[in-house]
């Protein structure tokens, strides 16, 4: 299997900035798009931004002009790096992938792989 792992999370001022990263582990994987979803408490999962293979990214509207992802093809890892953080912007912040890792028996269909979480908040 694959495990995504993430890492820069913490406790910040409003306006202040952090970097994100999460690299992936375990099978060869080849992820086609990797991106990064957040849950406030009480509230959904929402997609926070997303990067395809070949570098096509969307934001929500939230965080456009703030934050940007960005990915290292070579090592399979994706960044996000936050400026400008707001209040709102406080959340457990998830690594999503969905690709084909090499299994014993060859190359798998497209599955999706979740990383643990960081926390992200920013005070006022």
């Known amino acids: 299997q694959v495990q995504l792992v993430e890492s820069g999370g913490g406790l910040v001022q409003a306006g202040g900035s952090l970097r994100l990263s999460c690299a992936t582990s375990?099978?060869?994987?080849?992820?086609?798009?990797m991106a990064w979803y957040r849950q406030a408490p009480g509230k959904e999962r929402e997609l926070v931004a997303r990067?395809?293979?070949?570098?096509?990214?969307n934001y929500a509207d939230s965080v456009k002009g703030r934050f940007t992802i960005s990915r290292d093809n070579a090592k399979n890892t994706v960044y996000l790096q936050m400026n400008s953080l707001k209040p709102e912007d406080t959340a457990v912040y998830y690594c999503?992938?969905?690709?084909?890792?090499?299994?014993?028996?060859?190359?798998?269909?497209?599955?999706?792989?979740w990383g643990q979480g960081t926390q992200v908040t920013v005070s006022s």
């Open positions: 990067i395809t293979s070949a570098g096509s990214t």
């Open positions: 999503h992938a969905a690709g084909r890792f090499l299994a014993d028996t060859g190359w798998t269909t497209i599955r999706e792989f």
């Open positions: 375990g099978r060869i994987f080849s992820p086609n798009a």
